[in-house]
């Protein structure tokens, strides 16, 4: 089954409200804001969720870490590794790699760990409650799920929140 597929399977079995949007191919956080702003979502936050590999320079520790964050922000990598408390590096993963255990492709991933994502980390930066309506590709390219946070936060399963973007100041 596709992650699309189970992930609204998921969220109506949880019984979470939300919108499904089809559109055209975005492939960056710029174009998925811009597709969902034109269907007539205007005060909507993208949520990025960027699948990473956390490593261990002494051993050979290599765990899954799903982390979470506004479109618009970049990845704090020493904040995510201090908010997972240990750790020394991490890793993207690459397209191949996220193709063979996920079926996903970069762009696509939603942001929702176990039981849609397996990952061993689930970390989601703490703008994403902020916000007044979230919007995220849904497994594939071409579909969105635009969601209240709270429905969202209502549906989540072990994670963590953190700061872990960096803040304009």
């Known amino acids: 089954m596709l992650v699309s597929d189970n992930l609204i399977s998921y969220l ?3 019984f979470a409200k939300y919108s499904l949007l089809d559109h ?6 710029e174009e998925s804001l811009s ?21 261990q320079k002494d051993i ?16 704090n990598e020493k904040k995510l590794v201090e908010a997972i408390g240990y750790g020394k590096k991490l890793k993207f993963l690459d397209k191949e790699t996220m193709l063979r255990d ?7 991933v939603p942001p929702f760990g ?4 397996i990952v061993k980390h689930f970390i989601i930066d703490s703008d994403i409650f902020q916000a007044p309506l979230l ?6 390219l071409t579909r969105s799920i635009i969601i209240e946070p709270q429905e969202y936060k209502k549906v989540l399963k072990n994670y963590t929140i953190a700061s872990i973007a960096n803040r304009d100041i």
């Open 12 to 14: 109506n079995q949880s």
């Open 24 to 29: 055209k191919p975005t492939l960056t956080s």
């Open 35 to 55: 597709v969902r702003i034109e269907a007539g979502y205007k005060n909507i936050v993208g949520a990025k969720a960027l699948l990473l590999e956390l490593l």
């Open 60 to 75: 050979e520790l290599r765990e899954r870490v799903l982390c979470i964050l506004p479109g618009s922000s970049k990845l």
């Open 102 to 108: 996920y079926n996903l492709v970069p762009g696509s």
């Open 114 to 117: 176990n039981p849609i994502i």
């Open 135 to 140: 919007g995220f590709n849904a497994g594939l």
